[in-house]
């Protein structure tokens, strides 16, 4: 069964950091697009950054542009999502998905992780 494992969540206070990470199982991803989503109590999943296969080519939503880097392992089959400064509105569950290309579309990603909680106090 093929798999993406997030981890790295957690409660943070407001201007704090995170490392979340990804790492697959059952099959490698060295060849996809990879992002990172997220989805808020109430709200729909949102796109917050991407990633081509060579780690070269990276997108951010404008709300995290500036604050948050993805970028993929040496053997570009993980990929992490360092978070700084973060905010209380960045409180929300964040999913990692794997795909064909590098976009923001939700729908174009195949694999997706089962979510890391990441909570930020005011």
């Known amino acids: 069964q093929v798999q993406l494992v997030e981890s790295g969540g957690g409660l943070v206070q407001a201007g704090g950091s995170l490392r979340l990470s990804c790492a697959p199982s059952?099959?490698?991803?060295?060849?996809?697009?990879m992002g990172w989503f997220r989805q808020a109590p109430g709200k729909e999943r949102e796109f917050v950054a991407a990633?081509?296969?060579?780690?070269?080519?990276?997108y951010y939503a404008d709300s995290v542009k500036g604050r948050f880097t993805i970028s993929r392992g040496n053997a570009k089959n993980t990929v992490d999502l360092i978070m700084n400064s973060l905010k209380p509105e960045d409180t929300a569950v964040y999913y990692c998905?794997?795909?064909?290309?590098?976009?923001?579309?939700?729908?174009?990603?195949?694999?997706w992780g089962q979510g890391t909680q990441v909570t930020v106090s005011s």
């Open positions: 998905a794997a795909g064909q290309h590098t976009t923001q579309a939700r729908g174009a990603y195949d694999y």
């Open positions: 059952g099959r490698t991803f060295s060849s996809y697009a």
């Open positions: 990633i081509n296969w060579s780690g070269g080519l990276t």
